[in-house]
């Protein structure tokens, strides 16, 4: 059963509840009592396309060219 996140705009307080789907955009109480909650998005509980994406990222550009010193003696 997925679980949902909820907060409470009354006292702020944030709470989970598992609930069938179904009745995911049903309103829900606070274990305060309130009736002012919103629910939050989540990504828990997500099964199937799970695809966790990564910033796109460069390889390092290997070495700094090659001959043109110390091969010909000009560091020594
Ligand atoms: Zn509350």
């Known amino acids: 059963m997925p679980r949902y996140d909820f907060r409470c705009r009354a006292c702020g307080a944030t709470f989970e509840l598992r609930r069938p789907m179904a009745q995911a955009n049903d309103p829900a109480v606070c274990p305060q009592g309130h009736q ?14 799970a695809s966790a994406g990564g910033a796109p ?20």
């Open 57 to 76: 990222q460069q390889a390092p550009s290997a070495g700094g060219g090659g001959g043109g010193c110390c091969g010909g003696g000009c560091c020594g």
């Open 36 to 49: 002012d909650t919103v629910k939050l998005l989540s990504t828990v509980a997500v099964t199937g396309a």
